[in-house]
């Protein structure tokens, strides 16, 4: 069945059951990823997932379904589904929001990538593999080596006369180069998000994977101690991305983040500030609306130190007595409604990544962190991490250092930022938005070197 015909057939027969409020929610996403070892295909996937989620009052209460058949055997079903959890739940009941007049009108969506064919892909794959290999005698092999695209296409309908839509797309490119020298081996991740597949060259991927591989070869072992540190803007983003959930009001709420009750209070040096922008052209988490239907809005989170808002979905502003701020979040159209930002990043400065370094008598720069799932507290701020790096001395790199563990608290952290670069970068942890951040030079941090 079509979907207006679905939704008109779904509204109409939903209220005639006795349900006030109706809402139908629609996701697609498309999916192609490559994996090759050694000019070899070695995985390969093309997936179009569909499907369509309701949500409905029922006697006061919230009941949710969710289908991926559109007829009218699925209409019945989500219905009766939609009755028959309404009676269960307990939680206090979310609300179906009725629209706005504010919402943007942006398509994020590029049909140059979408016209990129698979044949296509491979081949640049390949060829970035091939210059990888014949880069240097070092590099021994690749680890990991894939292309991946996704397109997602939403659309949000209620009875309350609500329509809306929105589609993005997106493609990456990861590689894991492992070189080795004598004994030694090393190896490092690269990965790059893009819109536009022109904008890629097989030389320079090439280059710049193998080159920060090659970078830790030599590793040397330096005093443990308190050092100042430069966290580079990619490993910066990483760990941003980890306690993002400290920002959201349904934490805050439920005791869960060290936020609460902090708002229009300093909680980071006056360098630092945070926005959340779903309008960002390149933003892989970009849109008009969010998973409620409320529209998007860029916002300040944090200026100049000062925390200015939490994240808000309906019921999160509703239980505070204010509006959502757009960031009602449901990962696919199974899940029920959480919170979330879109495209979130401390705002860059003006100084030159170098500039960062280059006044320190002795420092360490963090390149990227690992163990971030199970090193770091996101309610506490704590972590321990393990991480790779370089060490500094009178202001030039001297070279790599060993595995290192840094320790220290994510809070602290943000107070103790002294300058904040103008390379912000985005991570490619995507569970929790699309986080970024610029490289950021921190007072000092616990650093043990293996």
Request: proline share 3%.
């Amino acid at each position: 069945m079509e979907l207006t015909a679905f939704r008109n057939k779904l509204f109409a027969e939903g209220e005639s059951l006795g349900l006030t409020d109706i809402e139908l929610y629609y996701e697609k996403q498309e999916s192609f990823s490559c994996q090759i070892f050694k000019g070899e295909i070695d995985e390969y996937e093309s997936s179009t997932v569909n499907g369509v989620s309701v949500r409905g009052l029922y006697n006061g209460k919230m009941g949710y379904a969710y289908t991926e058949k559109l007829d009218e055997e699925s209409v019945q079903f989500l219905l009766e589904s939609v009755q028959e959890n309404a009676v269960l739940i307990e939680d206090e009941p979310e609300e179906i929001f009725s629209g706005d007049a504010n919402y943007k009108e942006v398509d994020y969506f590029s049909p140059s990538l979408s016209n990129i064919t698979a044949e296509d892909k491979i081949a640049f794959l390949k060829e970035v593999e091939k210059k990888i290999y014949a880069y240097d005698p070092r590099v021994v092999q690749t680890d990991y080596a894939a292309i991946q695209d996704q397109s997602f296409e939403k659309e949000l309908f209620n009875n309350k006369g609500l329509t809306l839509n929105d589609r993005n797309n997106f493609l990456s490119i990861i590689f894991s180069v492992v070189v080795k020298e004598e004994d030694e081996i090393k190896s490092d991740f690269y990965f790059k998000i893009t819109k536009d597949f022109d904008s890629l060259h097989a030389d320079e991927i090439a280059k710049e994977a193998v080159e920060k591989s090659l970078s830790y070869l030599g590793g040397r072992t330096y005093p443990n101690k308190n050092y100042p540190i430069v966290f580079k803007n990619s490993a910066a983003a990483a760990l941003v991305s980890t306690f993002v959930s400290s920002f959201s009001a349904e934490a805050v709420q439920k005791g869960q983040s060290r936020l609460k009750g902090k708002l229009e209070e300093k909680i980071a040096s006056d360098q630092v500030s945070l926005s959340d922008d779903p309008f960002l052209p390149d933003g892989i988490r970009s849109g008009t609306f969010d998973s409620e239907g409320v529209p998007t809005r860029k916002l300040t989170i944090v200026e100049n130190g000062k925390l200015k808002t939490y994240f808000h979905n309906l019921k999160t502003a509703k239980k505070e007595g204010i509006s959502s701020t757009g960031h009602g979040h449901k990962p696919s159209y199974k899940e029920t409604i959480g919170v979330s930002p879109s495209n979130f990043f401390v705002i860059p400065g003006e100084k030159t990544y170098k500039h960062l370094y280059e006044n320190l008598d002795e420092g360490i720069i963090i390149t990227n962190l690992a163990g971030l799932h199970s090193g770091a507290n996101p309610i506490s701020g704590d972590f321990s991490l393990a991480a790779n790096g370089y060490y500094v001395k009178d202001g030039e790199i001297v070279g790599p250092t060993n595995l290192m563990t840094i320790a220290g608290n994510f809070f602290e952290v943000l107070n103790d930022i002294e300058q904040v670069a103008s390379d912000l970068e985005f991570s490619p942890m995507g569970g929790s938005g699309y986080i970024g951040s610029p490289s950021l030079k921190v007072k000092h941090l616990a650093v043990t070197v293996d």
